[in-house]
């Protein structure tokens, strides 16, 4: 595989389909920052160094953005690389995560072990990947289908709950938010 080939050199890109569009265009930017998201996610994982659920989570989750770039890239609504069963899996994760940790009562600071500051920078890039595909999804009248946008969402959501447990299996205390009020 070549890395270079000099077709955008001239700010355009191919779509999977071979349509060429703007590099600066939403469904561009929208799979741009879904592809930052999987880089995030790979240093959280490098920085966990155990082979345990964690770890497999993230990395399923790794492989499904690549599924998920694709849909976004497809440029066509009846080519989902993601689907329902990928959300509703999400689900189950951050049920049975949820359960094997102490409930929430406050906000807490985005901190902890480093694996869970990783998590939580995901997360934030997560949500921006989310308003980039609504937007792309929006001006482009469609052209993917929504089930990326449940997916990023949920994604967003898992990755809230995997920073909890890494800091939960790391023995790293979660920092409560405290208003000015309670700081002063």
């Known amino acids: 595989m ?68 694709a849909t976004l890239a497809a440029g066509k609504p009846d080519d989902p690389r993601v689907s329902d069963d990928d959300v509703a899996n999400m689900e189950q994760w951050i049920d049975e995560l949820t359960a094997e940790m102490p409930p929430l009562t406050n906000f807490i600071l985005p901190a902890g072990h480093p694996v869970s500051a990783a998590l939580h920078h995901a997360r934030t890039v997560s949500r921006r990947a989310e308003r980039l595909a609504v937007s792309a999804f929006e001006s482009e009248e469609g052209r993917f289908d929504a089930v990326a946008l449940r997916y990023l969402n949920r994604l967003a959501d898992l990755l809230f709950v995997l920073a909890r447990y890494a800091n939960h299996v790391h023995g790293a205390p979660e920092e409560a938010w405290q208003s000015r009020q309670q700081r002063s």
């Open 2 to 69: 070549k890395i270079y080939t000099r077709g955008g050199d001239k700010g355009k890109t191919s779509l999977f389909s071979g349509e060429r569009v703007s590099k600066a265009s939403p469904l561009v930017e929208a799979y741009g920052t879904v592809d930052e998201l999987n880089s995030v996610l790979g240093v959280a994982r490098a920085l966990h160094e155990h082979n345990d659920k964690l770890a497999a989570i993230m990395h399923q989750l790794q492989c499904e953005l690549f599924e998920c770039s």
